[in-house]
């Protein structure tokens, strides 16, 4: 009987790992994002094609995300050229504060693709609350990582998950 329910609990636990696995990997929902420049573009436009793409939701009056943004760019370089990588940032702040995005990125000198989601649309198909909010997207365009929050190494840690993906 308990070898019987040692298998169960095998099976059980076998089954869980693969509907969670199957619930991890979702698609990038279609949603229309504009450019810096009020140009109306879909997200889905910049994904899949076979690079592996962060995409990075902030705004310019939330602190941690301008640390991760930092860190990333200290990194990004080496991403691009070891991993083949794209950075989407994608600000949520609203028609009134847009403005300020610009000459924020020009002042940090973030060489990233940056995007703006004052509507909301993408935020809200993809049901997060918080910033940062990070999601990796393999080759196929396939969200297979997200992440709340920044602390110090982040970084390190979604290189790690790029180094798989690559590897794929």
Request: glycine share 6%; hydrophobic share 40%.
């Amino acid at each position: 009987m308990m070898k019987i329910m040692k298998y169960g609990m095998f099976a059980a636990a076998t089954l869980l790992t693969i509907v969670l696995s199957a619930q991890n990997s979702k698609t990038l929902p279609d949603a229309t994002v504009k450019t810096l420049d009020g140009k109306s573009v879909q997200i889905k436009n910049y994904v899949g094609k076979g690079k592996i793409t962060i995409l990075s939701f902030w705004a310019t009056w939330c602190a941690p995300c301008k640390r991760e943004m930092d860190a990333i760019a200290e990194v990004y370089g080496d991403w691009k050229d070891n991993y083949d990588v794209q950075y989407l940032a994608v600000t949520i702040d609203t028609q009134r504060d847009l403005p300020k995005v610009k000459p924020m990125v020009a002042t940090k000198g973030w060489e990233y693709t940056i995007l703006s989601d004052a509507a909301n649309q993408l935020k809200n198909a993809l049901n997060f609350q918080t910033i940062p909010q990070t999601y990796l997207i393999d080759q196929k365009g396939n969200i297979v990582y997200e992440h709340t929050g920044y602390n110090p190494g982040d970084e390190l840690d979604l290189e790690e998950k790029i180094k798989m993906l690559a590897k794929k």
